[in-house]
């Protein structure tokens, strides 16, 4: 299919979808936010608004409709977070959408290893297993959004794409009771890739929920959940200059370092890895707290009273229980199987299976005491907590001749004063976290934050400040289960990062800077090798964005990155990153809100980190330069009520006639024989709708 099939594809779907959902009267309608009056409606066990009752007999047929009978109060938070958020409703930005934020690339297909083009580093101290690669598609506790609703809430998502990629994503979230809240989370992401066994499947779901007593002294939450991240490895394309050649302009037909399956898989619920990586994880919590404090009540009417309670000590417990596997595996049996890994890898192998597995088990008991100095500031408070922490560790190979298991421990204090003002002119923090025994005995963290609203004309200034004193990740460690061999000793990493911003959400306007003091800096360099970088280094990493309006429906959204090290680290980074977006925006017809326009990524050329299958790591690489076209998609984006498209033509940067002919095929790299994408097109619908 060529490109012109794409551009008719769009059209008509963009006329279907106008014509059918503009006339779809049914919709609800729904009105986001928070309730901003003290006469709050009454609720069923649903979490549905109690009508009022009509005052006398006859007035059913004429009284007037009630708008709260299909609207919908809701709002959320995310775990350990104070701050309310609404839903967002935006269409402009498909990256809200997307799991991908702007600055990431993959290995050329969704699924695949990721990494950020912008600077960043584990700051997190304690124990960590060390693989990250596919962090940007989990779900994590710290992500949970707890929500609070009048109405039962539904979004079902579903995205197409090019080589029948897929992604479905369903939220569910209501209110059992008033004060008991349920929510679900789903999310499959399958695509069989542009070349060889490239195909990735990754299914994620959460279950989490919150409850509080009627006298609102004790509240509960949980989340339960999963990830398992399938990612078969093809090790990248054997030679760069074969994306040149006529004979491969379909880029399935290239020849890759590792072989597996060969033919891609379709199926989005029957995906198998015969080479690659295989991720297993799950998580549950179990937060309760019960409060002492002053209760109080607020009449509303004679039928209506509303309880209050003002906290003022709190007693926490925090249970945690989560496990871990990682596993690369190579079950393909090929006659070059041995040569390729020689050749390409500088590694011998003999066996026809090929197996390397960590897995760790966690268990987790976290202790806290709260004060509230002002009952009628909960975002006011100072936290002090003791924690125990027990680790199980197996590590198992194809060239080991049993498992070995590890146990350790950890015992650490912690720390934090919050203070956001009921004002909202400032709002402090400060945490702590300090390691007294066990395994990562000695490492801490420090953070102190201040926001501060100068004026609204300004907005808002944000200064922050922390200290990490961290244990380099296990997988650096030789008895990992993974062939990684380490050179030199291995000592605590430390990191400083000073930051500042300044933001003004009125305005779309944002500066920021961060600056980074990094000494034992551990890093792999090779396929196979880790080494630690004792010298201090600094990195600073300038970022400025801006919303322009250039006319009435005409918008410009650019962000632009400058980042540079100094002291030779084994770090890196491009020295600028932007991405830009113009988009026409505007509604249609009343109903039809609507974003058309391009976007554009571009960053300059640099030294880009390769990437080992083996391990799951990327790493450092001083002698290939990747020199990228700038990136360009185009999109066409709609809203009708609940219902919301987004329509994608992406990578039009690939023109040209580079194998000898016009066509798509002037692939950008990821990292030396990882080619991006070529022309891919995006279909997707998300579609919310209240119960």
Not at 263 to 284: K, M, Q
Not at 472 to 486: L, R
Request: glycine fraction near 6%.
């Amino acid at each position: 299919m060529n490109i012109f099939f794409y551009l008719r594809l769009v059209v008509t779907i963009a006329v279907i979808f106008t014509v059918c959902i503009g006339n779809l009267h049914a919709q609800q309608t729904m009105r986001l936010g928070r309730q901003g009056t003290t006469t709050q409606p009454r609720y069923d066990a649903q979490g549905r608004v109690i009508p009022n009752s009509p005052q006398q007999k006859g007035q059913d047929s004429l009284k007037h409709r009630d708008n709260t009978d299909d609207s919908i109060t809701i709002h959320y938070r995310y775990f350990d977070s104070t701050t309310i958020r609404n839903l967002d409703s935006s269409i402009n930005d498909f990256t809200r959408r997307y799991p991908l934020p702007a600055d990431y690339v993959t290995l050329g297909n969704l699924g695949t290893a990721a990494h950020s083009l912008l600077f960043n580093t584990n700051l997190k101290p304690g124990f960590d297993a060390g693989f990250h690669v596919f962090d940007i598609y989990r779900f994590r506790i710290e992500d949970t959004k707890f929500y609070q609703t009048t109405r039962p809430y539904t979004e079902l998502g579903y995205l197409l794409g090019s080589k029948a990629e897929q992604m479905i994503n369903l939220v569910h979230t209501q209110n059992i009771k008033p004060n008991f809240n349920m929510a679900l989370q789903y999310r499959l992401i399958n695509s069989p890739g542009n070349l060889q066994n490239q195909n990735t499947s990754d299914n994620s779901y959460r279950l989490n929920g919150n409850y509080q007593s009627r006298n609102k002294r004790y509240t509960v939450y949980g989340v339960l959940l999963a990830n398992k991240l399938l990612s078969s490895e093809n090790g990248g394309i054997r030679e760069d200059s074969l994306l040149n050649d006529y004979r491969f302009t379909n880029r399935y037909l290239i020849p890759t370092r590792l072989s597996g399956d060969s033919a891609p898989l379709r199926n989005p619920f029957n995906t198998r890895v015969t080479t690659g990586n295989v991720y297993h994880e799950s998580d549950f919590l179990l937060r309760q707290q019960y409060d002492f404090g002053q209760s109080d009540s607020l009449v509303v009417n004679d039928s209506t009273v509303i309880r209050l309670f003002y906290p003022r000590f709190r007693l926490q417990h925090t249970f945690t229980l989560s496990g871990q596997q990682f596993e690369y595996r190579d079950y393909f049996t090929g006659d070059s199987k041995v040569n390729d890994y020689k050749t390409y890898f500088g590694s011998t192998i003999s066996d026809d299976s090929l197996l390397y597995r960590d897995k760790w088990k966690n268990i987790l008991n976290d202790f806290s005491i709260i004060s509230f100095p002002e009952k009628n500031n909960l975002n006011q408070f100072i936290k002090a907590g003791a924690a125990l922490e027990n680790i199980t560790g197996s590590f198992d190979s194809s060239a080991k001749s049993s498992t070995i298991v590890k146990r350790f421990h950890n015992i650490f204090l912690s720390g934090e004063y919050r203070n956001k003002t009921r004002n909202q002119k400032w709002d402090i923090e400060g945490t702590g976290r300090f390691y007294l025994n066990g395994y990562n005995g000695g490492d801490y963290a420090l953070h102190v934050s201040l926001r501060r609203l100068i004026s609204k004309k300004i907005g808002f200034l944000e200064t922050g400040f922390e200290n990490i004193n961290r244990t380099p990740s296990y997988v650096f460690q030789e008895q990992s289960g993974f062939p990684v061999k380490f050179y030199g000793s291995l000592n605590k990493e430390n990191i400083t990062r000073i930051s500042g911003s300044i933001l003004n959400d009125a305005k779309g306007t944002s500066l920021s800077a961060e600056y980074y003091l990094i000494s034992n800096y551990t890093y792999f360099d090779s396929f196979f090798t880790a080494r630690q970088e004792g010298t201090l280094f600094n990195v600073l990493h300038i970022a400025a964005k801006k919303k322009l309006k250039l006319s009435k429906v005409l918008n410009l959204y650019t962000e632009v990155h400058v980042q540079k090290t100094a002291g030779n680290p084994p770090i890196n980074i491009p020295l600028i990153f932007t991405s830009n977006r113009i988009s026409f925006e505007g509604i249609y017809y009343k109903n039809m809100h609507y974003a058309i326009g391009l976007e554009l990524r571009y960053h300059t050329p640099y030294k880009a980190d390769n990437y080992s299958p083996f391990i799951g790591q990327f790493f450092y690489q001083n002698n290939y330069t990747i020199n990228n076209r700038p990136e360009i998609n185009a999109f066409f984006n709609f809203r009708i009520k609940t219902f919301k498209a987004f329509i994608r033509a992406e990578n039009l940067n690939t023109i040209g006639t580079n194998t000898g002919k016009f066509g798509l095929n002037q692939n950008n790299l990821t990292a030396q024989h990882y080619p991006q994408q070529g022309f891919w097109f995006r279909l997707g619908i998300w579609w919310t709708f209240i119960n």
